[in-house]
């Protein structure tokens, strides 16, 4: 059973950046065909797509955030990252982590404020 875990800072301040990784058990980042993705909810919103990373380490990102995103990942401790920069207020959401197969993090509220 594969699980993932958030873990992060809850609280950012305004143009700084938002750092958040998810910790990946009972699979590997580099098992074939599998991608690994950041969603976010904002408040009263729904779900939004932000970004993965490939089994083979190929990244894509939601074009809407692209300028301000990277992910990234650490295989030997079998997690991957997000960093978000400059964000304001617009980017309170709780974060989740997801992989394609249907797995997802229990999720982790980040709030920005000063």
């Known amino acids: 059973q594969v699980q993932l875990q958030e873990s992060g800072p809850g609280l950012v301040k305004p143009s700084q950046t938002l750092s958040l990784t998810c910790t990946v058990s009972?699979?590997?980042?580099?098992?074939?065909?599998?991608?690994w993705r950041w969603i976010r909810q904002p408040p009263g919103k729904g779900l939004e797509w932000m970004g993965g990373?490939?089994?083979?380490?190929?990244?894509t990102y939601s074009p809407s955030l692209k300028s301000r995103t990277s992910i990234n990942w650490d295989t030997g401790k079998n997690e991957f990252t997000l960093q978000l920069s400059s964000v304001t207020s617009e980017d309170t959401a709780v974060y989740y982590c997801?992989?394609?197969?249907?797995?997802w993090g229990q999720g982790t509220q980040v709030t920005v404020s000063s």
């Open positions: 997801v992989s394609n197969k249907g797995y």
């Open positions: 009972g699979g590997s980042l580099t098992t074939y065909d599998y991608w």
């Open positions: 990373i490939g089994y083979s380490g190929i990244t």
